[in-house]
């Protein structure tokens, strides 16, 4: 019965015009009348209980319009960075939805669903062979939760791809329900080259979450231009390089990060389980000593 309810809550998304929807909330989010922006946030605190004592701004009327208070930056003794430089750290606060291994090409979405790296990856075969059999991790970010997201480990950024799709939700029925959801989502995809191999960061969108920006290129979506898989390459003259805990982009109104990293180039945190809520800076995993070695002899 569970199943029946899930499939036909999740059948109208189908129809939904995602982008739309999606573009229509961009523009409210954005109103700067005084009353409406103050009512509109004082609403979202109250339904989802956001505690605004962790922001460096509180009140509404210090936000200009919504997405402002969306995006808004945290004190920063509110989210301290734990361990060393072995110590891969949470992009994002959200609760884990998958944590694990890749299994060949195929990473699990949830209970009868996967996709392939390849899919994920705008259909870069290439760039998907470098994680195959490699380790994967997919966080969701909750409406109340805090929504920029900071570097797990320090690199250099070497490629970033925007891949055009659907917007379905990325809730826990939806993601039950709908196959290759991650694979079928807009999504911005960041490679990066670090001390321990490459990592992928691929910020995925969701209905009513048509916009994304990277602090090195600004607004990413929402685009009426492209319709096809668009690539951008960053080499020696254009250098980008983000630390261990440094803001790399955000989401404007919430949605889902995913983590790739290769075969043996870290391990897992033994305290991290799906539906583990975690904030941003937390223990997600250490560098394993093979990836060390491995990197070492390139």
């Given at each position: 019965m569970s199943k029946l309810i899930d499939y036909l809550a999740?059948?109208?998304?189908?129809?939904?015009?995602?982008?739309?929807?999606?573009?229509?909330?961009?523009?409210?989010?954005?109103?700067?009348?005084?009353?409406?922006?103050?009512?509109?946030?004082?609403?979202?605190?109250?339904?989802?209980?956001?505690?605004?004592n962790l922001a460096n701004r509180s009140r509404p009327e210090d936000f200009v319009h919504f997405n402002d208070f969306f995006t808004r930056s945290l004190k920063p003794e509110v989210r301290p960075i734990e361990g060393d430089e072995k110590t891969?750290?949470?992009?994002?606060?959200?609760?884990?939805?998958?944590?694990?291994?890749?299994?060949?090409?195929?990473v699990f979405q949830a209970k009868g669903h996967h996709y392939t790296l390849t899919a994920l990856l705008g259909g870069d075969a290439t760039l998907?062979?470098?994680?195959?059999?490699?380790?994967?991790?997919?966080?969701?970010?909750?409406?109340?939760?805090?929504?920029?997201?900071?570097?797990?480990?320090?690199?250099?950024?070497?490629?970033?791809?925007?891949?055009?799709?659907?917007?379905?939700?990325?809730?826990?029925?939806?993601?039950?329900?709908?196959?290759n959801l991650f694979a079928r989502n807009e999504r911005v995809v960041s490679v990066f080259d670090t001390e321990h191999g490459p990592m992928v960061l691929i910020m995925v969108g969701a209905i009513f979450v048509g916009s994304m920006e990277t602090v090195w290129s600004g607004t990413v979506t929402p685009t009426s231009s492209r319709k096809k898989?668009?690539?951008?390459?960053?080499?020696?003259?254009?250098?980008?390089?983000?630390?261990?805990?440094?803001?790399?982009?955000?989401?404007?109104?919430?949605?889902?990060?995913?983590?790739?990293?290769?075969?043996?180039?870290?391990?897992?945190?033994?305290?991290?389980k799906p539906d583990d809520v975690i904030k941003m800076g937390?223990?997600?995993?250490?560098?394993?000593?093979?990836?060390?070695?491995?990197?070492?002899?390139?």
């Open positions: 999740t059948l109208p998304q189908y129809l939904l015009p995602h982008h739309f929807l999606s573009r229509i909330m961009l523009f409210i989010t954005r109103i700067r009348f005084i009353a409406f922006k103050n009512f509109f946030i004082e609403t979202f605190i109250r339904l989802f209980d956001v505690d605004m891969l750290i949470s992009p994002v606060d959200g609760t884990i939805s998958q944590i694990g291994n890749i299994n060949d090409e195929l998907a062979s470098q994680f195959i059999n490699g380790k994967f991790t997919t966080i969701y970010l909750s409406p109340r939760d805090y929504h920029r997201i900071h570097m797990p480990v320090a690199g250099k950024l070497k490629t970033m791809l925007h891949v055009p799709g659907r917007l379905f939700s990325v809730s826990g029925r939806t993601t039950r329900m709908v196959p898989v668009t690539s951008w390459h960053y080499g020696e003259n254009g250098d980008i390089q983000l630390e261990r805990g440094q803001e790399m982009g955000r989401f404007n109104m919430g949605s889902t990060v995913i983590l790739l990293f290769p075969q043996q180039s870290i391990e897992w945190s033994d305290i991290r937390q223990q997600l995993a250490h560098i394993s000593h093979q990836g060390q070695n491995d990197r070492a002899k390139i």
